[in-house]
């Protein structure tokens, strides 16, 4: 059965280690900040400038001030700092981003990503996609593995206009966990319920299957 977006967002926190500073990017990435593992402190950047942002507020905690990247409303952790947007990119550009999370419309089998653009429809920018991609030392792709078409999102070779090259480590999709790496996507875990089957008719690019594919733990 396929992920929700919050079991997406579960997925993805589990990859978060002990002490790092972690970009969560609009979308499915945001909701990552409620699903940080007990154990596991990370700092989350939010490019509109707050280091520290912690998880949705409840009704009562709402500020309309606090805000990410998104718009949406977000409570600070404990030791926040909230600063301009320019001094944000900086620590961006500057390499001090361990870890960044991002949604997509494509990514290719050679880690390039396309997230910002389709010809002839309205968008509001790049945002800070092409500084993320450039600047993190880690970088996960969340998506739906196909459009709402049931054309695959992964694919040989991106069509859209892209963000970044040859920068993608990981994806996690609401069928599978994949690791980019040697020109082609190799599965590393299935959605619970989901078959290599159907993951691999659904992957345009070249799909690495290496032995028996354990299901997800969500």
Known sequence: MAL???????????????????????????????????????????????????????????????????????TASVGASIFSSAESFAMIRGGHVDFTVLGAFEVDCNGNIASWMIPGKLVKGMGGAMDLVAGAKNIIVT????????????????KLPLTGVNCITHIITDLAMLEVKEGAFHLVERAPGVSVDEIREKTEGELVVNGDIPEMRI
């Open 4 to 74: 929700t977006r919050e079991q997406i967002a579960m997925r993805v926190a589990q990859e978060f280690k002990d002490g790092s500073y972690v970009n969560l990017g609009i979308g499915i990435p945001t909701l990552a900040a409620n699903y940080v593992p007990d154990g596991v402190a990370v700092m989350l950047q939010s490019e509109n400038g707050l280091l520290g942002m912690g998880r949705y507020p409840t009704e009562d905690e709402v500020d309309a001030d606090m805000i990410n990247a998104g718009k949406e409303t977000v």
């Open 143 to 158: 998506m739906t593995h196909a459009d709402k078409h049931g054309n695959s999102k992964l694919l040989k070779e991106c």
